[in-house]
């Protein structure tokens, strides 16, 4: 079935270095999404890649999709305390567009 | 206010017992989910419903039951808890199949004793 493996699994970071997390699945994929969980909060939804290679930015987020669909990478340049919280990738395939499945996230912590 | 809740924010039980999560949007979404949140697992998916009275099972789906008579609603039933449901349950609608954001409730904290 569906799996999707994310890496790094934590990620602890000084105040204005950058920050990445990957996102790969075992499959194609119809599209990917990306959350955004404060602690002790509920997860947020971020952004939807759909196209081979598409590229988006929010600010300082950079998303990307691979040209296989079947990557992805969210960057953080410059990381703030804002930015705190773990980054989950959510996953559907063309078999099933509803049933997604969300990789295990990557926690990024922040040091002043 | 629109959105969707999730109640009780907190629950305690004994193994053994029957326990009723209830999750209600105000959007009219089509899709709702139930996951679980465990240290390590990330979200995992239990239940899924794409219209009411169309229901489906996601990854882990042993030990729960969902229904949906009203769109507005997708109760998780635990039959008879036990510990290892010991957990955070977020529930999530999303409006349909082309744009996948999902919208998720606040969560609730369930301890099974």
């Known amino acids: 079935g569906q799996q999707v493996m994310q890496i790094p699994q934590y990620q602890h970071v000084q105040e204005g270095e950058d920050f990445t997390t990957y996102c790969n699945s075992s499959?194609?994929?119809?599209?990917i999404q990306w959350y955004k969980q404060r602690p002790g909060g509920h997860p947020v939804f971020l952004i939807q890649?759909?196209?081979?290679?598409e590229v988006k930015k929010q600010k300082r987020l950079t998303f990307q999709f691979g040209e296989a669909k079947k990557n992805s990478s969210l960057h953080i340049t410059a990381t703030q305390t804002t930015d705190v919280g773990t980054y989950f990738c959510?996953?559907?395939?063309?078999?099933?567009?509803?049933?997604?499945?969300f990789g295990s996230g990557t926690r990024l912590s922040i040091r002043p | 206010d629109a959105g969707i809740t999730q109640s009780p924010r907190y629950k305690i039980t004994e193994t053994g017992r029957q326990v009723t999560l209830m999750c209600h949007q105000t959007?009219?979404?089509?899709?709702m989910f139930w996951y679980r949140q465990d240290l390590g697992h990330g979200l995992r998916l239990i239940y899924y419903?794409?219209?009411?009275?169309?229901?489906d099972k996601g990854e882990v789906p042993d030990g729960y039951v969902v229904s949906r008579s009203k769109t507005e609603n997708f109760p998780l039933t635990l039959e008879s808890a036990t510990r290892s449901q010991t957990s955070v349950y977020f529930c999530?609608?999303?409006?349909?199949?082309?744009?996948?954001?999902?919208?998720f409730g606040p969560g609730t904290r369930l301890t099974v004793l």
């Open positions: 419903s794409a219209a009411a009275d169309i229901t």
């Open positions: 999530a609608s999303q409006v349909g199949t082309t744009y996948n954001e999902q919208f």
């Open positions: 959007w009219s979404h089509s899709y």
């Open positions: 499959t194609t994929l119809s599209n």
């Open positions: 959510a996953v559907s395939g063309y078999s099933s567009a509803s049933k997604i499945i």
């Open positions: 890649l759909v196209k081979s290679g």
